[in-house]
């Protein structure tokens, strides 16, 4: 069973920027696919940025150019860094891992943008 914690999260402006973390219970070298997601009440949950073990990503329209998705095997831990963030932006913001055929998710964080 893989555990993802969450943490980061907060009320920032517009313009603003914040940087996600979720660090993971195994060794994340292992797991192919890591990525974030968001989820505004009422709507489903859509994907923010995707990154695979070989260090390949994919980001949403939405945030492209302002998001950057990493991870670091050596402290098993996944990154979202936010630049210039919206109102829009708002939302609860999950890590996800990919491993042996299923997905895991994180309890969220919440990120909320506004003056």
């Known amino acids: 069973q893989v555990q993802l914690v969450e943490s980061g999260g907060g009320l920032v402006q517009p313009g603003g920027a914040l940087r996600l973390s979720c660090v993971v219970s195994?060794?994340?070298?292992?797991?192919?696919?890591m990525g974030w997601y968001r989820q505004v009440p009422g709507n489903q949950r859509e994907s923010v940025a995707i990154?695979?073990?070989?260090?390949?990503?994919n980001y949403a329209d939405s945030v492209k150019g302002r998001f950057t998705i990493s991870r670091d095997n050596a402290k098993n831990t996944l990154y979202l860094q936010m630049n210039i963030l919206k109102p829009e932006d708002t939302a609860v913001y999950y890590c996800?891992?990919?491993?042996?055929?299923?997905?895991?998710w994180g309890q969220g964080t919440q990120v909320t943008v506004s003056s």
């Open positions: 195994e060794n994340i070298f292992s797991i192919s696919t």
């Open positions: 990154i695979t073990n070989t260090g390949n990503s």
């Open positions: 996800m891992a990919y491993h042996n055929y299923r997905n895991y």
